[in-house]
């Protein structure tokens, strides 16, 4: 355990270092306002245009993008950006606003079932990638995304790396019946951080990373999911959109707040194709951290979940107030999940919806995990941990675990051991 929060540190500090060094550079570099190029703010004129040809202006001078208070409509396509891209606003009054006729006409999504993808913000290279990209201190309002087959995401960013967005506000309308898909998505990138960002009302992901995404940071954002059935907090996805599969590595989510999500306060899913026997196909989570997160009323399913994954730690996380399990690792189809470590967390008040299930479960597939002082309570669970048949070398140690209705823990695993007060 010690060994794995001391390597933890090591990637959180080089992380954050490299965060560092990128607002330094944004903080270096002077900004024009979007009024010296003309752009209106009124919330009636089509600026998505005049915004993209502004960013890649100052871009190109080694400037930023500077907007002020007032509502910038996207209605006809998305601003792409560029490399170099810098874009400020004064905070939530700078509020970038998706329009009923936006159409995503620069790049087209891999959907396996035909969807329509609608993405205000991303980069213009998906091919070649883009780099050193800041956003900060802006608000979206995506409450008119289409309804039906069409999803719309506020920033998605394929194939990009340094990538900095911090202090982002967005505002769904899936609560409304629109598909307001994910706030913030990261596609194929890398070394990127996501901060001090709130997503509200949103129907897949608050922020989503997939494909073979790796060394990121996800720390001190809020998830708020409306109490809407379907939304993920944190999903980390080792699949590809068009569910090809992928490996994502190097993942630290840390210390956020995720509160009212349907599906799963936080998710390390490799992936499955979604196709059974032989032609199922897997993608991978490693070097997962998940650390310092508070997960609250979580009304479908699970608090943290981890599927299909390999070396991941689950460290000093508070869960509560969840409909099934606090935490799980249980696998889609047939995968496995392996070398987990889970310690020094709270799970609390969990099988809110009254079924059977633990507070703690390793399910069939699981092997070797190390779960240790932790802290369950609230019993209204038959079982504060249980093995499921299939799983082995779980080490269940040094607890403090309130007995449920049957007991506390329920062991049908193989080479476990379990030692607790």
Known sequence: MRKSLRLFAVIALATAFAAASQAARSESVSYRSAQDFQILADGKTDVGADLERAIATTARQGQGLLLPCGVYLVNSRSVALPSHARLKGSGACSIIREGPSLSNTQHAVPDPHGVTWKLVFTNDDWDHGNSDISIANVAFDIRAAPRGKGVTVAIMFTNAS???????????GAS????????????NSNHYRVANSRVTDIVN?????WGNSHDFVIDHNTCDGASN??????????????????????????NNTIKNVGATGIWVEGGWNQKKGADA?????????????LVEGVTRFHGIRVSDADNITISGNMVSGVAAAGFVSVTEYQGTQSNLTVTDNRFSDCNQQGGMYPCV??????????FEGNRIGGA?????????PGSSNVRILGNSIEKGSRGTVGDAGTNDEVSNP
Not at 162 to 172: N, T
Not at 178 to 185: C, F, K, L, P, V
């Open 229 to 254: 059935p379907w939304p993920v907090g944190i999903l980390i996805t080792g699949m590809n959109t068009d569910l090809t599969p992928a490996v994502i590595e190097n993942a630290n989510v840390t």
């Open 162 to 172: 340094d990538v900095s967005l911090d202090q982002i506000d967005i505002e769904g």
């Open 281 to 293: 196909t897997y993608g991978i989570v490693r070097n997962a951290r998940i650390v310092g997160n």
């Open 380 to 388: 209204s669970y038959p079982y504060g941990v249980v093995v499921n």
């Open 361 to 370: 479960q390793f399910e069939k597939t699981t092997h070797g995990a190390l």
């Open 205 to 209: 992901a608050c922020y989503d990373n």
């Open 176 to 187: 409304k019946g629109a598909r307001s898909d994910d706030g913030i998505a990261f596609v």
